[in-house]
């Protein structure tokens, strides 16, 4: 069983930023991709950033420029900074890690941008 644990989560204000960390419970490098997701209240879980075990990355429209992801194989940790941020990026995060069978999940970590 994989085990994934978020965390760095918190309340900020407009403009600032965060960091979230997802360690895995074994090698990342063993997963096709590791992800970001997110969902706000009364919304669906949609996708934030994305990393492949190649490195290849893709972000949705509204974080680009303003979210990185990346990953540490030797410490088994995928990060998500997130930089001039926005109230419209108030969620609960979730990191995912894609095998060949099937999708793996975090609990989450809340995230609020406010005043």
């Known amino acids: 069983q994989v085990q994934l644990v978020e965390s760095g989560g918190g309340l900020v204000q407009p403009g600032g930023s965060l960091r979230l960390s997802c360690a895995a419970s074994r090698n990342i490098f063993s997963f096709n991709a590791m992800g970001w997701y997110r969902q706000a209240p009364g919304k669906q879980r949609d996708l934030v950033a994305r990393i492949t075990s190649g490195g290849s990355t893709n972000y949705a429209d509204s974080v680009k420029g303003r979210f990185t992801i990346s990953r540490d194989n030797a410490k088994n940790t995928v990060y998500l900074q997130m930089n001039s941020l926005k109230p419209e990026d108030t969620a609960v995060y979730y990191c995912?890690?894609?095998?060949?069978?099937?999708?793996?999940w975090g609990q989450g970590t809340q995230v609020t941008v406010s005043s």
């Open positions: 995912n890690a894609e095998s060949n069978y099937r999708n793996y």
